[in-house]
């Protein structure tokens, strides 16, 4: 696919050279419009207006939509008022928001000036929501139907006003307040008679979402319930709007490289990664590297503090890295799958004392494991291969046992912070990989010590 992708650039960047412009047209017509915004993104600023005029109206918006928003303010920033109104009033109201979302205030102006009175005054609205809400993904461009029409004049509703909606494939019913009654699918429209009316055949069963919920909760109903649209309603269950399948596409990736970015301890960015500068890149890293770096100091205070322990027994020194990195690795584990199982709703707070229990009784099984042979590794290459000074079977049981505790330890951080930071309303992801690992290091140092200076005697 991508040897493909790349031929056709070639192509078209040698037509473009030698202004064969009918022929680039007609190669761009038989492309996709997401194949053509990714190619652009290839393409000078200087010929990227002149290609996207190329394209037909409607694979023009299609592929506007699909194209990166510095590509997009470059081409607004290029367009006549009449290319920027054509362009606009091809677009989804919820493609539109996502446009302004990303624009500066100028080209924002330019957009509302062009839209006409019903897209501004949509646009506005959901604007209003707050970010991440449902009602900031939703479009307020559905088919209504009303309850008492017969099957023919929904067709014929539908015939006449679906041109411009997101979906025609499920239709809402609702009464004279516009309370969410009822929907029926485009498929039960054509198999049933035509003198039927709609009450008689929609379903009632309704599965919905309000304004203000979380737009991750929203993605999570379309998983759980296979929708290809989601209506959303006010408090009055009155219908506001609908989430398309391909909405919660992009909600679902945009959660999870926010959730990948805050496990990994970087701030998340809306920006691709080739598209950031170095100097953005260190922005989103550093506050993250120095908070760990400070947290860190602990671990250093308190292999300081038993320092007289160290100095009787040096070869207490050579296990530290080893069982601060089981510490890590161990809470890691926990965090991560915890945090997995909570974005797929397969887990709650009132959870909690059931996954540490679970958690508890993995770190029985791996700790035994992983104390046994540290024990027979300990003995065996540090004290008969090796023969390292002053590591003996004492030695070898102090450090498995503290692997054990280490272990156990860590398994129960890893597991409850996370739930614990969604109760209290921080996102799980927070309480991830380095964070875990900063504070099992510093425990199972404390273990560490405290089982060496009470066994060994120092």
């Not at 926010?258 to 100097?279: C, G, H, N, R, V």
């Not at 404390?446 to 089982?451: A, L, S, T, V, W």
Request: glycine share 4%; net charge negative; hydrophobic share 50%.
């Amino acid at each position: 696919m991508k040897d493909t992708t790349f031929a056709i650039s070639e192509t078209i960047a040698v037509l473009l050279a030698e202004k064969k412009y009918r022929s680039l047209r007609d190669i761009l017509t038989t492309m996709r419009a997401a194949d053509i915004a990714i190619m652009f993104d290839g393409i000078s600023e200087t010929k990227l207006p002149l290609l996207f005029r190329l394209l037909p109206k409607e694979l023009a918006a299609e592929t506007f939509v699909e194209m990166e928003s510095d590509s997009q303010e470059l081409l607004i920033r290029s367009f006549s008022d009449a290319e920027l109104k054509a362009v606009v009033s091809e677009l989804f109201v919820d493609d539109a928001v996502a446009i302004v979302e990303e624009m500066p205030a100028n080209v924002v102006k330019r957009i509302l000036l062009q839209a006409d009175p019903e897209m501004r005054k949509m646009i506005n609205e959901i604007l209003n929501y707050p970010d991440e809400s449902a009602g900031s993904v939703m479009t307020t461009e559905y088919v209504t139907l009303r309850p008492q029409m017969t099957v023919e004049a929904a067709i014929k509703r539908i015939r006449r006003t679906g041109t411009d909606k997101e979906t025609i494939y499920t239709c809402y019913v609702t009464n004279d307040a516009r309370v969410l009654i009822g929907y029926v699918s485009l498929k039960s429209l054509i198999l049933a008679e035509e003198d039927e009316r709609i009450e008689d055949i929609m379903g009632t069963d309704i599965i919905s979402v309000k304004t203000f919920d979380d737009q991750e909760d929203v993605a999570a109903v379309f998983l759980k319930y296979d929708l290809s649209a989601l209506p959303v309603v006010d408090n009055e269950g009155r219908i506001v709007g609908i989430v398309t399948v391909d909405d919660a596409i992009d909600i679902l990736e945009e959660e999870a490289t926010e959730d990948i970015e805050k496990m990994a301890a970087i701030t998340p960015s809306d920006k691709p990664y080739m598209k950031m500068s170095a100097l953005e890149i260190c922005k989103s890293r550093f506050p993250w590297l120095l908070l760990l770096m400070v947290s860190a100091t602990f671990t250093g205070m308190i292999i300081t503090s038993f320092e007289h322990a160290l100095a009787a027994q040096v070869a207490l020194a050579a296990f530290i890295p080893m069982l601060m990195d089981s510490a890590g690795n161990t809470g890691s584990q926990a965090s991560a799958t915890v945090i997995r199982a909570l974005s797929l709703g397969e887990l709650v707070f009132t959870d909690l004392v059931k996954v540490v229990w679970k958690e508890i009784r993995i770190a029985v099984y791996c700790g035994l494991a992983l104390a046994v042979a540290c024990f027979a590794k300990v003995l065996v290459i540090d004290m008969w291969i090796l023969q390292i000074e002053n590591v003996t079977a004492t030695v070898a049981l102090v450090v498995s046992v503290t692997l054990a505790l280490t272990i156990l330890c860590a398994k129960i951080i890893g597991s409850a912070m996370p739930l614990l930071a969604k109760k209290v309303g921080f996102d799980p992801a927070v309480m991830s990989a380095p964070l875990i690992t900063t504070i099992a290091d510093a425990i199972s140092l404390m273990i560490y010590f405290r089982i060496a200076t009470a066994v060994l005697h120092i």
